[in-house]
């Protein structure tokens, strides 16, 4: 929910009634492939298409772009379709040929958001433009960077400004390619409430099938649009090849998704509602996933008293984390009482769990 008095942003001037649509294929490969997609795309909601002509790699000998060359199918694009177009900018020469080459809107990749030297870079040379400019969130959970890189293409008079959550890094395992950690995403909203904020679930799971889910998670947390990568022929794409969809299935996905308009009709009250409930559940996810963890710590100190004999209820630690707790607990508004019953009820599952591992 915008918590201060809106300014108008080139999303508002666009007047869409529906999610900003990014879409098109990960990597421009050939014309006939980047004008395929395109055409395919064309009568549907998608409001820029989408193609990386230089492309950041993990590791090196993967296809690492087309280069320049992929602008003047970018031009064909728009000639052909209307569509307007957008690439990855990565350093001071890229902006200069995209600009030269009428891209409509630049992105700043993950990768390069985690330099301030190179966001910095790029400041400097897009100063002033009328461009539209997005900034992924940096590969690391660093809040405070991607709020840096914003703030230096904005003290360098781009107004036209905007970012992209893509999800972050991690070394746990995890089912998506890089975890959104949604609070991170609501932390950039409340601290920027006017600067449109789209969601890029292709990248945040990595896998075609839970782009759905993703993109409705980010529609009830009030994002302003999704950028999704689209290929007519996915698995054979020269990137990314799990995690892109056929133009069929993103004009599939876009119609299913529900989309909470702010109309006339829809009541404040159920707007801020649902929104609120979406953080919600968020934050119990993360409960649940804490929880467990915890436990898996439990079932290690049940395999170490094992090991050494020692009996499961250890009163004087208990009374001790009992005490931290109710404290800590006070501090944050949390009434004793619950506390009590809270870590009662945990207490027991951890020692269900090393009263398991023990009897095993
Ligand atoms: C991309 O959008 O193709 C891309 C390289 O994304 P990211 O910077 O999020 O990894
Ligand atoms: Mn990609």
Redesign the pocket.
């Known amino acids: 929910m915008k918590n201060t008095v809106a300014l108008r942003t080139w999303l508002d001037d666009m007047k869409l009634d529906h999610p900003l649509v990014i879409a098109g294929p ?2 421009a490969e050939t014309e006939e492939q980047v004008l395929k997609i395109a055409h395919q795309l064309k009568d549907s909601d998608v409001n820029y298409y ?1 193609a ?1 002509i230089w ?2 790699r993990t590791r090196p000998g993967n296809f690492e772009g087309v280069g320049a060359l992929g602008l003047k199918w970018l031009k064909k694009v728009k000639a052909e379709t209307g569509m307007k177009t957008c690439t ?1 900018v990565a350093n001071a020469a890229h902006v200069k040929l995209a600009i030269e080459n009428d891209v409509d809107l630049l ?1 700043i ?3 390069t958001a985690v330099s301030p030297f190179i966001m910095q870079e790029l400041a400097d040379a897009l100063h002033g433009t009328d461009k539209i400019v997005l900034v ?1 969130n940096p590969i690391n959970p660093d809040l405070a960077l991607w709020l840096g890189g914003i703030e230096r293409l904005y003290t360098a008079d781009i107004k036209n400004l905007g970012a ?1 959550h ?1 999800g972050f890094s991690t070394y746990e395992k995890s089912k998506y390619r890089n975890v959104p950690e949604w609070q991170i995403a609501i932390e950039f909203k409340n601290r920027f409430p006017d600067l449109p904020l789209i969601c ?1 679930p292709s ?1 945040i799971t990595g896998n075609r099938e839970m782009i759905f889910d993703v993109s409705q998670t980010a529609l009830d947390l009030n994002f302003d649009g999704l ?1 999704i ?1 689209t290929h007519f022929d996915p698995d054979n794409a020269w990137s ?1 090849s799990a995690q892109q969809v056929t133009p069929t299935k993103l004009k599939q996905i876009m119609q299913d998704l529900k989309i909470r308009k702010q109309t006339e009709t829809d009541s404040t009250y159920r707007d801020s509602l649902e929104n609120l409930r979406a953080q919600i559940n968020v934050v119990d996810g993360q409960l649940i996933d804490l929880l467990a963890k915890r436990m898996k710590v439990a079932d290690q100190i049940g395999e170490l008293k094992k090991e050494q004999n020692v009996a499961v209820l250890q009163s004087k630690r208990w009374n001790e984390i009992l005490g931290n707790m109710i404290l800590e607990g006070q501090e944050k508004g949390l009434s004793e009482e619950f506390v009590l019953r809270m870590f009662k009820a945990i207490h027991q599952e951890s020692i269900n769990h090393q009263e398991k591992i023990i009897k095993a």
């Open positions: 990960c990597s989408r990386g492309k950041p990855e992105w990749g993950a990768r992924k992209i893509r890029d990248h950028m990568e990314d």
